[in-house]
Structures are given as structure tokens and as C-alpha cells.
T-cell receptor, first 109, second 114 residues
């Protein structure tokens, strides 16, 4: 079992829908990262969380340390949100990142 | 503003040639990392460095080499010994290796070997 699990693996939705992507982890962490990767493009860091909730525009990230779970929400989704969303955690045991496999999101107009 | 610069964004090389990917940071971060991503897969650690003039192999170091002569720079060389070098390469840096740290990510280099 991977130490960082993302769900769903693939998600297709209509423009305007509320999107939720989940990340569960099994190790003690000091921080969790959400990143975005557009097809054929580079990686953009969206959020770094160690507790609570952060919001940036239409993106909201939450983390529950006790349940070892984080969610990334997109409100009023748009086709330009189509990308792979990646969760990565920094473990307590060492400083290295453990990466999720990513969630491929497609927003149809 | 501080950050990580990876260059170039896209790189094409002929098979059998060595190629060096650049990664520069102006964040005064101690640790730097190189990751590789293959289509449809998660990122995997190639090499990392915690201090200048020191680096360690990650999970997939074969066919790669690095140097850390300056704190700001951590170049990755993809050698001809790397059997399948076409991939997306991501550089990252972090503050101290203690319990509280933060990561910064480059935008990546997409290498295609023809």
C-alpha cells in the first residue's frame, strides 16, 4: 500500500461543477503540498498545509491531521482547471517528500 | 522574489549524448532535490543534497550524476548510461532538514531524447 493515496485517479466533470480531490496518507507529516501540472507543462505549487484550511481564488485546501487526510476543492470549475493535481507530504521521519500518483482532472465546457 | 529556476523548459537531445539540466535557487535553502516523472506515474527521487559538496542517491540514481559546488546550484547530468532518459525532471529545494521546513519547486524540464 502506498504511503500517499489520491482519489479519484481520474475525474471528468462539467464546467461549473464543484470538484473535490482527496489525499490520504499513512505517515506522520510536517506539511502537505498540493501541486498542479498542465498537460505537457511544468509544475505549479498551489498550497502547503500543516493544519486547517487555505484558500486561493477558487481553490480551497483542507487538512485533517488526526484523520491523515487532505482535500483540494475547486469551486465553479472551468476548462482551464483541467490538469493533473498532485499531493505530496513531507514526513516527520525524514525531510524527503512522498508523492501521490496524481489525479487527472478534465473539465468539459 | 526568491524562487527556483530550471532551464530550459523543453530540451531535445540525440541518443547517446550527455545532457545537463540546470537548477538554481536564491532562497538560501540548504537542501536540493531532483525528481523524475514518467507519463502517468508519480515523481521519483533521483538525487538529493543536504549541504554543499555532499549529495546522496535517491531511488533511481543509475545513469545520472549531480554536483553541488555552490549552495545555489544543483545541476543534473543525464548520461548516456541512462537507458530511457525521456521524461519530465523536477528540481526542488527545502529549508533545514529539521521538523519544520518548507519546499519550493521549480517548473520542470521536459527532456526528449530522439
Amino acid at each position: 500500500k502506498n504511503e500517499v493515496e489520491q482519489s479519484p485517479q481520474n475525474l471528468t466533470a462539467q464546467e461549473g461543477e464543484f470538484i473535490t480531490i482527496n489525499c490520504s496518507y499513512s505517515v506522520g507529516i510536517s506539511a502537505l503540498h498540493w501541486l498542479q501540472q498542465h498537460p505537457g507543462g511544468g509544475i505549479v505549487s498551489l498550497f502547503m498545509l500543516s493544519s486547517g484550511k487555505k484558500k486561493h481564488g477558487r481553490l480551497i485546501a483542507t487538512i485533517n491531521i488526526q484523520e491523515k487526510h487532505s482535500s483540494l476543492h475547486i469551486t465553479a470549475s472551468h476548462p482551464r482547471d483541467s490538469a493533473v493535481y498532485i499531493c505530496a507530504v513531507g514526513a516527520h521521519s525524514n525531510y524527503q517528500l512522498i508523492w501521490g500518483a496524481g489525479t487527472k482532472l478534465i473539465i468539459k465546457p | 522574489d526568491g524562487g527556483i529556476t530550471q532551464s530550459p523548459k523543453y530540451l531535445f537531445r540525440k541518443e547517446g549524448q550527455n545532457v545537463t539540466l540546470s537548477c538554481e535557487q536564491n532562497l538560501n535553502h540548504d537542501a536540493m532535490y531532483w525528481y523524475r516523472q514518467d507519463p502517468g506515474q508519480g515523481l521519483r527521487l533521483i538525487y538529493y543534497s543536504q549541504i554543499v559538496n555532499d549529495f546522496q542517491k535517491g531511488d533511481i540514481a543509475e545513469g545520472y550524476s549531480v554536483s553541488r559546488e555552490k549552495k545555489e546550484s544543483f545541476p543534473l547530468t543525464v548520461t548516456s548510461a541512462q537507458k530511457n532518459p525521456t521524461a519530465f525532471y523536477l528540481c526542488a529545494s527545502s529549508t533545514s532538514t529539521g521538523m519544520s521546513y518548507g519546499y519550493t519547486f521549480g517548473s520542470g524540464t521536459r527532456l526528449t531524447v530522439v
